[in-house]
T-cell receptor
Framework: NAGVTQTPKFRILKIGQSMTLQCTQD?????MYWYRQDPGMGLKLIYY???????DKGEVPNGYNVSRSTTEDFPLRLELAAPSQTSVYFC???????????????FGPGTRLTVL | AQKITQTQPGMFVQEKEAVTLDCTYD???????LFWYKQPSSGEMIFLIY??????QNATEGRYSLNFQKARKSANLVISASQLGDSAMYFC?????????????FGSGTRLSIRP
């Protein structure tokens, strides 16, 4: 299993440009998440999904959109990039809901995005 | 609303000493789970340990243990016999039960530095 993969690893955008961050997991997990991590800070939840066709907002959803057409893929869309969106973006997946250590999140390697 | 607080931005500890990283949380849900993750300088997120709100005993995983004080809403991570490789950012995270069981929120993190 490749686990959670993210592309690209690095990207530089100009203000106002758009892009899609790709996330794919091959573990058949129902739950998927997008976080951003600003330098020296913790992770902030942007959006999450409990299954194909179902998404919900997290703590900081403004400026982003998501879709979940398949179990495997959970792309994150930035429509009008702003310098405040400069961050490292992590995608994660989790097998089940409920309260168990077996429901830990598995993280991708991250995408480092800079908006100039 | 759920909330996670880590009050120690940074800590320095001598090698082989034990260290405690603080985490307090706030939730009105009686069912929840608490996670600790390690993030080394390479950037990946590594799952360390989990504690469920109904678990009778404090969780342990090798050199990691969780000092869970439910009444005080604290879930401190204890690392025994610290090693140079323990130098990293450490994040506490919480997942509530019920309808919010799919959402996992992180604290701001503690940067741990181990001195030789």
């Amino acid at each position: 299993n490749a686990g959670v993969t993210q592309t690209p690893k690095f990207r530089i955008l100009k203000i106002g440009q758009s892009m899609t961050l790709q996330c794919t997991q091959d573990m058949n997990h129902n739950y998927m998440y997008w976080y951003r991590q600003d330098p020296g800070m913790g992770l902030k939840l942007i959006y999450y999904s409990v299954g194909a066709g179902i998404t919900d907002k997290g703590e900081v959803p403004n400026g982003y959109n998501v879709s979940r057409s398949t179990t495997e893929d959970f792309p994150l869309r930035l429509e009008l990039a702003a310098p405040s969106q400069t961050s490292v973006y992590f995608c994660a997946s989790s097998p089940l809901t409920g309260l168990s250590s077996y429901n830990e999140q598995f993280f991708g390697p991250g995408t480092r995005l800079t908006v100039l | 609303a759920q909330k996670i607080t880590q009050t120690q931005p940074g800590m320095f500890v001598q090698e082989k000493e034990a260290v405690t990283l603080d985490c307090t949380y706030d939730t009105s849900d009686p069912s929840y789970g608490l996670f600790w993750y390690k993030q080394p300088s390479s950037g990946e997120m590594i799952f360390l340990i989990y504690q469920g709100s109904y678990d009778q005993q404090n969780a342990t995983e090798g050199r990691y243990s969780l000092n869970f004080q439910k009444a005080r809403k604290s879930a401190n991570l204890v690392i025994s016999a610290s090693q140079l490789g323990d130098s990293a950012m450490y994040f506490c995270a919480m997942r509530e039960g019920g309808s919010s069981a799919s959402k996992i929120i992180f604290g701001s993190g503690t940067r741990l530095s181990i001195r030789p």
